[in-house]
């Protein structure tokens, strides 16, 4: 049972959006303004947060997200304008399929960066403002390669798995304080990043239908919003499995790929 507070209406809502120049993020941030909210957007390519159509009065916020500063003036941007804030939505990520006899220093210290250093950086921003404010929410985007190990993710994965945990323990401390905390794991989606793996991805969706499945779980009040439920499901009974089975069945997996 969840305590976060269902969302009756987008209209006004305040989100802002942190990776939202493609993929998942730029088409919450689509739907979101179709349904009445107000929309801001973030990610390093300003470019690109221009081309996605949002309506006047959305606010563009190029920053990058490794930078504390960028976020402390971008927040302070958000409240400026609106005088708050009701949920932000943490959509920023890397990803590089990596085995382990392809592990590089470099790639795994910039996966640990974006993934996992850079989100810590923004909750140390934005939590003190909705502490202060007593309400409002935070949604994460993790992914269900965390809920285990596997093939491809050795930098990726852990990264996601960190996440989730991070996640329930936010819950744990918000919640009783009326501040909603949302886990959002998506199986496979057809952005950039997926497009590198080098395997062939079920119940592939794209990033429209993720927008959809995860406003829909927002507007429930869910903690963990997690998608298509055809294949997460699958991967949640997976992970009740021993380590010996589940490793058996992925190797399998991989070496009929």
């Given at each position: 049972m969840s305590?976060?507070?269902?969302?009756?209406?987008?209209?006004?809502?305040r989100?802002?959006?942190?990776?939202?120049?493609?993929g998942i993020g730029a088409a919450c941030a689509q739907l979101l303004a179709q349904q009445g909210a107000r929309v801001a957007v973030s990610a390093r390519r300003a470019e690109a947060l221009a081309q996605l159509g949002l309506p006047d009065g959305s606010l563009m916020?190029?920053?990058?997200a490794l930078r504390a500063e960028q976020w402390q003036q971008s927040l302070?941007?958000?409240?400026a304008a609106w005088g708050g804030i009701d949920l932000v939505l943490i959509c920023h990520a890397d990803y590089q399929p990596t085995r382990a006899w392809e592990l590089?220093?470099?790639?795994?210290?910039?996966?640990?960066?974006?993934?996992l250093g850079s989100v810590y950086t923004g909750l140390a921003t934005v939590l003190p403002q909705l502490l202060a404010q007593q309400c409002g929410g935070i949604g994460m985007i993790a992914s269900v390669?965390?809920?285990?190990?596997?093939?491809n993710a050795l930098?990726?994965?852990?990264?996601?798995?960190?996440?989730?945990?991070?996640?329930?323990n936010l819950y744990l401390d918000l919640a009783p304080r009326g501040l909603g905390v949302y886990l959002i794991c998506p199986g496979f989606v057809d952005t950039r990043l997926t497009r590198s793996n080098p395997f062939s991805m079920p119940a592939l969706q794209t990033p429209a239908q993720a927008a959809?499945?995860?406003?829909?779980?927002?507007?429930?009040?869910?903690?963990?919003?997690?998608?298509?439920?055809?294949?997460?499901?699958?991967?949640?009974?997976?992970?009740l499995l021993p380590f010996s089975w589940r490793s058996y069945l992925l190797q399998r997996r991989v070496n009929h790929a």
């Open positions: 305590m976060n507070r269902p969302i009756s209406s987008w209209q006004g809502r989100v802002w959006l942190v990776g939202a120049s493609s916020l190029p920053m990058d302070g941007r958000v409240v590089q220093r470099e790639v795994a210290q910039r996966m640990v960066d974006i993934n390669a965390g809920y285990f190990g596997m093939p930098t990726y994965a852990p990264m996601k798995a960190a996440l989730i945990n991070l996640a329930e959809q499945a995860i406003l829909h779980g927002l507007q429930c009040g869910k903690f963990e919003i997690h998608f298509p439920k055809r294949f997460t499901w699958l991967m949640q009974l997976l992970r």
